[in-house]
């Protein structure tokens, strides 16, 4: 638990805060960067733009994600972050993430626990990228969804958020429009997946999590 003094902290580190549209950037690539920012509403991404003109997403920032944790160590941005939905942030000064390690060692573990899942997710991706076939992509990012929704909302079921399009899941999974396309009709033939507006169904976890050799563990909740 908790103590008064750092719930107090923490919503002190939100008072900070501003919108941002749809598609709109608030961290452009090799820029500085003097900013961390809190999602508190909404969902991001991280992404990089290549020389030919394509886009890699590296991943997404859900609410209660950070972005730029290290500003104070490094000051220009590694990659870029956009608004994939309208927005809210806390935009906290870099200094008072210093306090935290001075002053709230509690806080602090739990920022080290954001650094060690985002390695993680990152790691997941590479996995992704690397390894899995198209189909399993699609399944394993639908699982890495579902189970971080899982650590911050009520119970939806088997129900997971999809607020990106059909291009933007090809940008993250490194493939085709239509290769995307066709394996998410693939997975819904399978019975595995059931799409409606902004939302997938996932109907069979068990054979998702088989298929896409998707491991749970990498997405525990923060524990003292």
Sequence with gaps: ML?????????????????????????VENADLRTTFI??????IRYSDLSTGRRQILSYALPGDILGLHVNFRAT????????????LAAVDPRRVIEISQKFPIIAAGLSWCTAREFAILGDQAIRLGRLSARQRLAHLFLELWHRFALIENDNGNWVEIPMTQRDLADTLGMSLVHTNRSLKSLRDAGLVSVSKDYVRLNDVKALIEMSEFNP?????FQI
Excluded at 39 to 44: F, H, L, M, N, R
Excluded at 77 to 88: H, I, M, V
């Design 3 to 27: 103590s008064e003094e750092e719930i107090e902290f923490l919503e002190g580190l939100q008072n900070n805060t501003l919108t941002v549209d749809r598609a709109q950037d608030f961290i």
């Design 39 to 44: 999602v508190i509403e909404g969902w991001a």
């Design 77 to 88: 941005a590694t990659y870029s972050a956009s608004a994939l939905t309208p927005l809210k």
């Design 217 to 221: 563990e990498h997405l525990t909740e």
